[in-house]
């Protein structure tokens, strides 16, 4: 078996070097995308239908592609020290950041069964680390940062009321009278509820401000400080 037979089985191809962390990278923006698409329905106050969850999922999940296409970079990816290039070192284009969006969830299941990403091929792309080390990681981290700061501002509009869940919760439950009238432990239930609805009142929302004033005296205390 001759040397270069040798050099070619121990070093795999470019664009299968770094694969493995590429399919964490893009399962990390694939849920983030759905994250942040749940978050802004929860944020707009919309009824959250199966429809409309869908809708803004795919959205994110298309926008996070087209800024990836454009980039290279995504908060997957840069999490991971990634980028993707096409393989003369340019970043893939909207084009293909476009096709990326339809391709790379299929992609997930396609790696674990054969063990490569054949549509990537297809397309012409593969991950590469960021250049530059711990520096050119840092110069590279203005736009995923966005990511992770609309991600974060979408897991608190999930994890706290809507205006419509807290008042049927402080209005029409049993649990949501004891927490306007604090005469049980605080949860994180109650505790939210009643800081959205300071927060609402404060604003001059005129149902909620009424609501405070004769309902609930724990918020209106705090509305009075």
Known sequence: MSDGTLFSMDTPPTEA????????????DL????LVGWGAVRAAEWVSTAGLLGFAMGAAW??????GGLTGLSPGR??????????????????AGLLRALTAPVE???QVVLQHRPLDAQLGVHASVIPGGV???????????????LLAGAVWSIVTPTRQEMLQYLDRTLTGWHCCH???EETWQCRTSLSRAVRNASGGDPEVSEFVRNECPVAAARLGR
């Open 108 to 110: 997930l299941v396609l």
């Open 31 to 34: 849920t983030g995308a759905a």
């Open 135 to 149: 520096r050119g990681w840092a110069r590279s981290l203005a736009l995923p940062l966005v990511g992770w700061v």
């Open 78 to 95: 840069h999490a991971l020290g990634l980028k993707l290039e096409r393989a003369e070192g340019k970043a893939p284009g909207l084009g």
């Open 182 to 184: 604090g005469t049980r």
């Open 62 to 67: 298309l926008l996070l592609s087209c800024v």
């Open 17 to 28: 070097r770094f694969q493995n962390r590429l399919w964490v990278a893009d399962l990390l």
